[in-house]
């Protein structure tokens, strides 16, 4: 398998194996405007296989989305086919329009302009909570 190195853009590497096919479709890449690899079951000495994204393009990445997620995922940046930054991901003490809240009485369920906000409720469990309701993610 060959992939052209990237000059701009971002890799966001050690995804759990089987995951990344989910983050593709979550952070709308089918949809980009540059090239985007998804390689899946790639070797790792860590952990035996994981996934790879590589983004052609320097793009606004929801991190919060990442961490819920996928927490332990590595974002980093290239420039000028280097990188020059890269960023460990973790769970995300509260997070905003990633997902909806299940609770039917809700009062986002109603008040449609509400965001859906939820917040770490137990980090050990990775428990997500509605500051609305009180529901679980």
Known sequence: MNIDPIRNGIVIDHITAGKGIELYRLLGLESADCSVA????????????????????????????????????TVNIIRDGKTTEKRKISLPERFEGVISCRN????????????????????????????YCDSKA
Do not use: H, M, W
């Open 38 to 73: 998804l390689i899946t079951n790639a070797a790792s000495t860590k952990t035996g296989r994981k996934d790879i994204i590589k983004i052609d393009e320097l793009i606004d990445l929801n991190t919060d989305l990442l961490g819920y997620v996928d927490p332990g995922v």
């Open 104 to 131: 039917p009485r809700c009062i986002t369920s109603t008040e449609q302009e509400l965001p859906q906000v939820f917040r770490l409720a137990d980090p050990e469990n990775r428990v997500y909570r509605c500051i």
